[in-house]
T-cell receptor
Framework: KNEVEQSPQNLTAQEGEFITINCSYS?????LHWLQQHPGGGIVSLFM???GKKKHGRLIATINIQEKHSSLHITASHPRDSAVYIC????????????FGEGTQLTVNP | DTEVTQTPKHLVMGMTNKKSLKCEQH?????MYWYKQKAKKPPELMFV???????INESVPSRFSPECPNSSLLNLHLHALQPEDSALYLC???????????FGQGTRLTVV
């Protein structure tokens, strides 16, 4: 079992829909990252969380430390949101190492 | 400036070639990373530099040789690579080891 599990693996939505991607982890963490990767490779850091909730534009990230679970929400989804979304955690004892989930491929159709 | 710049964007090299990948950031970050990413897989950590010193080597073969000449630059020297080394190589940086990670666009390497 991976230390970081994401669901779903693939997600197809219509433009305008509300989207949720989930991340569960099994270790104590110092921080959790949500990353976005478009075709062509570059990774963009969306959020770094250690507690609570963060919002940036149409994106919202929440984390429940007790339940070892985080969600990434996209409101009013748009085709340009189509990308792979990756959850990564920094373990309490892993120093600067990040452990990555397998990613969620999101496709938003017009 | 919140950019991590990697060059080149694409590289094709033969198995006997020597080449280098370059990474640059001007955010004052003192931790820099090399990752390797195969298609449809998450990035795998290769090396971590902290304050220009190698702090983590994830048992990477010696045909990959990292170098951190100063706090803004990170190189990855490549020699005698194998076709299975073909991948996207990503550089990242963070404020020391615990801050938000900023990634470059990657170098897509093909070994022929």
């Amino acid at each position: 079992k991976n230390e970081v599990e994401q669901s779903p693996q693939n997600l197809t939505a219509q433009e305008g829909e509300f989207i949720t991607i989930n991340c569960s982890y099994s270790v104590g963490i110092s921080a959790l990252h949500w990353l976005q990767q478009h075709p062509g490779g570059g990774i963009v850091s969306l959020f770094m969380l250690s507690s609570g909730k963060k919002k940036h534009g149409r994106l919202i990230a929440t984390i429940n430390i007790q339940e070892k679970h985080s969600s990434l929400h996209i409101t009013a989804s748009h085709p340009r949101d189509s990308a792979v979304y990756i959850c990564a955690v920094r373990g309490e004892t892993s120093g600067s190492r990040l452990t990555f989930g397998e990613g969620t491929q999101l496709t938003v159709n017009p | 400036d919140t950019e991590v710049t990697q060059t080149p964007k694409h590289l094709v090299m033969g198995m006997t070639n020597k080449k280098s990948l370059k990474c640059e950031q001007h955010m004052g970050h003192r931790a820099m990373y090399w990752y390797k990413q195969k298609a449809k897989k998450p990035p795998e950590l290769m090396f971590v530099y902290s304050y220009e010193k190698l702090s983590i080597n994830e048992s990477v073969p010696s045909r990959f040789s990292p170098e951190c000449p100063n706090s803004s630059l990170l190189n990855l020297h490549l020699h005698a690579l194998q076709p299975e080394d073909s991948a996207l190589y990503l550089c990242a940086s963070s404020r020391q080891g615990l801050g938000e990670a900023f990634f470059g666009q990657g170098t897509r390497l093909t070994v022929v």
